[in-house]
């Protein structure tokens, strides 16, 4: 309609109406073009602030899994010091010898939940972290999880020469009695824990035999030595990284309530 009046109006050379229907036509073009960029801005705002609380709810869950881990490989450094204590001598019975040493061997090598944040950098959503404290905070928190889980994952001797030596049948029923257990939060797996004390039962035979196999070991007290030396390595880790995570957490949750209101 607005073409017709502008042919009809140049026809008429009535150039004044033809200048205010030009007018009107950009004036058009530019409100649907700014209603357009407005619309493209509110949606992405919308889908950044939508990842934010998935992200605040990732870090939460990051959060209470490296405490549980912390309180997990601290556990294994109480069984580990146990175990070298009786090798040098310590009273120690050959039963709470044999748990110790191989409940200083149980490792947790899950991996920090880091799915919200790596969709967020694919689809170019950084910016919607925060401001630039923010956005450091991020980088620092996701590479100290990529040491600590390298760290994690780093297993050394002492594990492998502890199962070649004991009994198969006391480490069976070492796993199955005490081993790890689940623990839950929201109905996931958020972590495991150490069944504390053990209950498990030993005659005193079956004991002294495991044992005397495990202290028959070569280097059993060198290895063992730096194998609880690594439990304090991969503590050091957990403890910063789970810090960082709530150090991060609770910045988005901070930044977060002025953007809802």
Known sequence: MVIRRIREHAAAQN?????IDLAIVVAGVFLGTQVNNWNEERIENDRGRDYLARLITELDFDARQYALQIAYYRQVRTYGLQALSAL??????DRDFVIAAYQLTQTDTTKAKTGVFDEM???GLGEHLGDDETQQLASDFYLSVEVAQRTNETIY?????LRETMPYAVQTRVRRECGDRNVFYQKRVVGIQLVVPCP???TVEEAADAAAAVKAAPEIRRQMVRYIASIDEKLDNLEFVG???VQFRDR?????????S
């Open 15 to 19: 150039w004044f109406a033809v200048g």
């Open 88 to 93: 040098d001598g310590a009273p120690v019975s």
């Open 121 to 123: 950098a694919a689809n």
């Open 157 to 161: 001797p002492y594990r492998t020469l």
């Open 200 to 202: 498990m039962a030993m």
């Open 243 to 245: 810090a960082q995570a």
């Open 252 to 260: 988005l949750k901070a930044d977060e309530r002025p953007r809802a």
